[in-house]
């Protein structure tokens, strides 16, 4: 390994685990959010007791709210991309930001040899808030299925 790489690997976790500590709080909070706007429309609607499209509207709005707040997990990590110059545009940033916290990557859009860890990093920080939304979209789940 070449010593430049190293030694900006240093560099890269020094930035990236404080985004990955801002992320799941952001994450977090964000998904207690959601969490109490559906769990009071919940359970204001007592007509939901059975299985039916309502349940269904209800976890679709979550799907669509933990998407639209992963996007946003992205975009922290694209202006953090583009601030240090790792990436040249912000549509490059953002698109190589969802495919690092994905896991997904893309051949096309790497980063440079120096900024490889902080591309590591985010995929690492998205497997941890994939594991808290897939929990998260569990208990949302057992909320809206049908009351007995």
């Given at each position: 390994?070449?010593?430049?790489?190293?030694?900006?690997?240093?560099?890269?976790?020094?930035?990236?685990?404080?985004?990955?500590?801002?992320?799941?709080?952001?994450?977090?909070?964000?998904?207690?959010?959601?969490?109490?706007?559906?769990?009071?429309?919940?359970?204001?609607?007592?007509?939901?007791?059975?299985?039916?499209?309502?349940?269904?509207?209800?976890?679709?709005?979550?799907?669509?709210?933990?998407?639209?707040?992963?996007?946003?997990?992205?975009a922290?990590?694209?202006?953090?991309?583009r601030?240090?110059?790792?990436?040249?545009?912000?549509?490059?940033?953002?698109?190589?930001?969802?495919?690092?916290?994905?896991?997904?990557?893309?051949?096309?859009?790497?980063?440079?040899?120096?900024?490889?860890?902080?591309g590591?990093?985010?995929?690492?920080?998205?497997?941890?808030?994939?594991?808290?939304?897939?929990?998260?979209?569990?208990?949302?789940?057992?909320?809206?299925?049908?009351?007995?």
């Amino acid at each position: 390994m070449a010593p430049e790489i190293a030694n900006n690997w240093a560099f890269d976790w020094l930035w990236g685990l404080p985004l990955i500590v801002f992320t799941v709080v952001i994450h977090t909070y964000g998904l207690g959010f959601i969490n109490r706007k559906i769990t009071s429309t919940l359970d204001s609607a007592r007509w939901l007791g059975e299985f039916s499209a309502a349940s269904i509207f209800f976890v679709g709005v979550t799907v669509l709210s933990v998407t639209i707040l992963h996007g946003l997990d992205g975009a922290i990590w694209a202006i953090a991309y583009r601030f240090l110059g790792a990436l040249q545009d912000n549509k490059s940033a953002m698109l190589f930001s969802l495919n690092a916290i994905t896991t997904y990557g893309h051949e096309d859009l790497q980063l440079a040899p120096r900024w490889q860890m902080m591309g590591a990093l985010e995929a690492l920080n998205g497997c941890i808030m994939f594991g808290l939304t897939t929990a998260f979209l569990f208990t949302i789940i057992q909320k809206a299925w049908p009351r007995a």
